[in-house]
C-alpha cells in the first residue's frame, strides 16, 4: 500500500496559518493526494485532492510540490474547530488506507 | 441528504454474542467501505462493496466477521462470536464511484463504538 510520512503532532495558536506537511516519495504520476481529516468522537471526513496543480476550496488549500514527493496541506486562518487528526493519503486504486496522521493543537 | 447512517451509536456485549453494525449509504452512492479504529492500528479497511458487490474483503481479521450488501440503501457487519478484541470504533463510508478521481470524495458515518465485555 501506497506510504505517507506526516509528522506525529503539530500545535498552532487560533487565527494564524498552519501548514501540514506530507512525505509521499513512492507516488506514482497516476496517483491522486488527498486529505482527510478526523474530529474529536466523529468519523473522517474529506478535506481537498489534487494531483499535480495546487487546489483552493473552502476547507483549505494543497501545495503540491513540483516532484509530486510531497504536499502541503494549508488552513489559512486556524479556529479552535480545526483541532483533529489530518490523514495525507496517495493511491491509485479503488481503497483509501489511512495512516497515523498529524494530531493538530489549536490554542485560543 | 441526511449522510452516512449508522446505527447503533454504542454497542456492549458480551463475548460469544452475535452482534449486526447496520449502515445505510447516501442515496446514490455506489461504493460502501466498512473501516475498523482502534488506538494500537489506527484506521483498517475491513471490505468494500461496488454496486453491491463485495469487491475487497481481504482486511476482514477472521471468519467470525462477515458483511453484506442485499441491496444500494443497506450494509451490515455482523460478528459471530464477538471477542474482546473486537472492541473498537466501527465506521461505514460511501462513495460516488470506484474510481481514482473523487471529486466528492468518501463520506463517513458517525460510526459505532462497540465494547466487547
Known amino acids: 500500500d501506497a506510504k505517507t510520512t506526516q509528522p506525529n503532532s503539530m500545535e498552532s495558536n487560533e487565527e494564524e496559518p498552519v501548514h501540514l506537511p506530507c512525505n509521499h516519495s513512492t507516488i506514482s504520476g497516476t496517483d491522486y493526494i488527498h486529505w482527510y481529516r478526523q474530529l474529536p468522537s466523529q468519523g473522517p471526513e474529506y478535506v481537498i485532492h489534487?494531483?499535480?496543480s495546487n487546489v483552493n476550496n473552502r476547507m483549505a488549500s494543497l501545495a503540491i510540490a513540483e516532484d509530486r514527493k510531497s504536499s502541503t496541506l494549508i488552513l489559512h486562518r486556524a479556529t479552535l474547530r480545526d483541532a483533529a487528526v489530518y490523514y495525507c493519503i496517495h493511491f491509485n486504486t479503488d481503497k483509501l488506507i489511512f495512516g497515523t496522521g498529524t494530531r493538530l493543537q489549536v490554542f485560543p | 441528504d441526511a449522510g452516512v447512517i449508522q446505527s447503533p451509536r454504542h454497542e456492549v456485549t458480551e463475548m460469544g454474542q452475535e452482534v449486526t453494525l447496520r449502515c445505510k449509504p447516501i442515496s446514490g452512492h455506489n461504493s460502501l467501505f466498512w473501516y475498523r479504529q482502534t488506538m494500537m492500528r489506527g484506521l483498517e479497511l475491513l471490505i468494500y462493496f461496488n454496486n453491491n458487490v463485495p469487491i475487497d474483503d481481504s482486511g476482514m481479521p477472521e471468519d467470525r466477521f462477515s458483511a453484506k450488501m442485499p441491496n444500494a440503501s443497506f450494509s451490515t457487519l455482523k460478528i459471530q462470536p464477538s471477542e474482546p478484541r473486537d472492541s473498537a470504533v466501527y465506521f461505514c463510508?460511501?462513495?460516488?464511484?470506484?474510481?481514482?478521481?473523487w471529486g466528492y470524495g468518501y463520506t463517513f458515518g458517525s460510526g459505532t463504538r462497540l465494547t466487547v465485555v
Open positions: 489534487g494531483l499535480t
Open positions: 463510508a460511501s462513495s460516488l464511484a470506484l474510481t481514482r478521481d
